[in-house]
């Protein structure tokens, strides 16, 4: 049995964007964020988006937490804690040392390279504090802006997966990336 995964309560930081736990607190900001049809188009958030959606998967975070299976993070901004978007290990695997890592971005954040930043944090964090030696990015091959934030941190393409993901019902291929430990940029 796996142990939980412990973050730091005060998150972290570049001094650009800051990595950090959610709280109750966070709900009416993660469902105004998800009301841009680009979240859903792209991820698995649901669409209709509202209240008892982010209620849901705050919990459904913090119980995957606490088992050692996954994270999920707000990307706030450091000086006012203002939401950016999310990132998180939507799946660690202990036994095979892998884990694979999604981010959304808010419309507003969208083309400051917000989505790197976080997406190269999160990375190092794993690599240092989880049993990971290998972290993974799926995105749908017509996500241009998905795959760019891979290949900028340094995540390889590996080839597109046919029929790999199931979202909103859909079966969709996904383009794969991977890092390794030591390939961080």
Same mark, same amino acid.
């Given at each position: 049995?796996?142990?939980?995964?412990?973050?730091?309560? %005060?998150? #972290?930081?570049? !001094?650009?964007?800051?990595?950090?736990?959610?709280? &109750?607190? *966070?709900?009416?900001?993660?469902?105004?964020?998800?009301?841009?049809?680009?979240?859903?188009?792209?991820?698995?958030?649901?669409?209709?988006?509202?209240?008892?959606?982010?209620? !849901?998967?705050?919990?459904? %975070?913090?119980?995957?937490?606490?088992? !050692? %299976?996954?994270? !999920?993070?707000?990307?706030? *901004?450091?000086? &006012? &804690?203002?939401?950016?978007?999310?990132?998180? #290990?939507?799946?660690?695997?202990?036994?095979?040392?892998?884990?694979?890592?999604?981010?959304?971005?808010?419309?507003?954040?969208?083309?400051?390279?917000?989505?790197?930043?976080?997406?190269?944090?999160?990375?190092?964090?794993?690599?240092?504090?989880?049993?990971?030696?290998?972290?993974?990015?799926?995105?749908?091959?017509?996500?241009?802006?998905?795959?760019?934030?891979?290949?900028?941190?340094?995540?390889?393409?590996?080839?597109?997966?046919?029929?790999?993901?199931?979202?909103?019902?859909?079966?969709?291929?996904?383009?794969?990336?991977?890092?390794?430990?030591?390939?961080?940029?």
């Amino acid at each position: 049995m796996s142990s939980g995964i412990e973050f730091p309560v %005060e998150g #972290i930081s570049d !001094g650009e964007v800051r990595l950090r736990l959610h709280a &109750d607190s *966070d709900i009416p900001a993660i469902v105004a964020a998800c009301q841009d049809p680009e979240i859903p188009r792209w991820t698995r958030v649901p669409e209709p988006y509202g209240e008892a959606d982010a209620k !849901g998967w705050l919990d459904q %975070e913090s119980r995957g937490r606490s088992r !050692g %299976e996954l994270l !999920g993070l707000l990307v706030v *901004d450091p000086a &006012d &804690d203002h939401l950016l978007g999310s990132v998180g #290990i939507v799946h660690l695997d202990h036994e095979e040392r892998r884990c694979e890592l999604g981010y959304w971005v808010t419309r507003e954040a969208r083309g400051r390279g917000l989505a790197t930043r976080a997406v190269r944090m999160l990375s190092a964090w794993a690599f240092e504090n989880l049993p990971a030696d290998r972290i993974e990015i799926h995105a749908e091959p017509e996500n241009a802006a998905s795959r760019r934030v891979a290949e900028r941190v340094g995540f390889r393409f590996e080839g597109v997966l046919r029929s790999y993901i199931v979202n909103k019902g859909v079966r969709r291929d996904a383009a794969s990336y991977s890092l390794l430990r030591g390939e961080l940029r």
